[in-house]
T-cell receptor, first 115, second 117 residues
Framework: EAQVTQNPRYLITVTGKKLTVTCSQNMNHEYMSWYRQDPGLGLRQIYYSMNVEVTDKGDVPEGYKVSRKEKRNFPLILESPSPNQTSLYFC??????????????FGPGTRLTVL | AQTVTQSQPEMSVQEAETVTLSCTYDTSESDYYLFWYKQPPSRQMILVIRQEAYKQQNATENRFSVNFQKAAKSFSLKISDSQLGDAAMYFCAYRGISNFGNEKLTFGTGTRLTIIP
């Protein structure tokens, strides 16, 4: 089954404690992206990756890091989380080269609370 | 920068009736994609329908259809024969084609749809 997985699904942590949210896709997609969803703001892009070892900032990258060492994985790293990073996070992937519909597939979301 | 506006934070409709959700966008590009996503209480983002700007014909998917007005930069979603399972947050989204390598979706703030039994 084609899917994007995220772990953990829920996380409560404290300010300053480094954490990683993993994202993995099994569709051999080149493009992956992270979004955060906040009430009244919709979803906003944090970082994106065109392919392995190619990443760039989205609209709200402050406080986040990413890496793309393998095509299937795109982890989101919060090295020193703060309460304003409390949010719902989504990973998404797509393949403009092989998918004529160019559809983005979203993971199930990760609810993060930073105390 | 592109922006997407959903001016209806909440809508409600009687079961089996028809409802239209509004979306407007701002862009200087001539070609782009528009999407409606559904987010039920499970929080999963589900693609409902997509429209390519170069296509004049409005997209339809079963009970879901759009009214795409390119000159007015309007992209409304019509849900016919509303069902209880349609209750969700609906997001309108835009994707340009000029940002090479970044398939960023620009989202509106969402419309929460309630279905009244």
């Amino acid at each position: 089954e084609a899917q994007v997985t995220q772990n953990p699904r829920y996380l409560i942590t404290v300010t300053g404690k480094k954490l990683t949210v993993t994202c993995s896709q099994n569709m051999n997609h080149e493009y992956m992206s992270w979004y955060r969803q906040d009430p009244g703001l919709g979803l906003r892009q944090i970082y994106y990756s065109m392919n392995v070892e190619v990443t760039d900032k989205g609209d709200v990258p402050e406080g986040y890091k990413v890496s793309r060492k393998e095509k299937r994985n795109f982890p989101l790293i919060l090295e020193s989380p703060s309460p304003n990073q409390t949010s719902l996070y989504f990973c998404a992937s797509s393949s403009p080269t092989t998918d004529s519909t160019d559809t983005q597939y979203f993971g199930p979301g990760t609810r993060l609370t930073v105390l | 920068a592109q922006t997407v506006t959903q001016s209806q934070p909440e809508m409600s409709v009687q079961e089996a009736e028809t409802v239209t959700l509004s979306c407007t966008y701002d862009t200087s590009e001539s070609d782009y994609y528009l999407f409606w996503y559904k987010q039920p209480p499970s929080r999963q983002m589900i693609l409902v329908i997509r429209q390519e700007a170069y296509k004049q014909q409005n997209a339809t998917e079963n009970r879901f259809s759009v009214n795409f007005q390119k000159a007015a930069k309007s992209f409304s979603l019509k849900i016919s024969d509303s069902q209880l399972g349609d209750a969700a947050m609906y997001f309108c989204a835009y994707r340009g084609i000029s940002n090479f390598g970044n398939e960023k979706l620009t989202f509106g703030t969402g419309t929460r749809l309630t279905i009244i039994p």
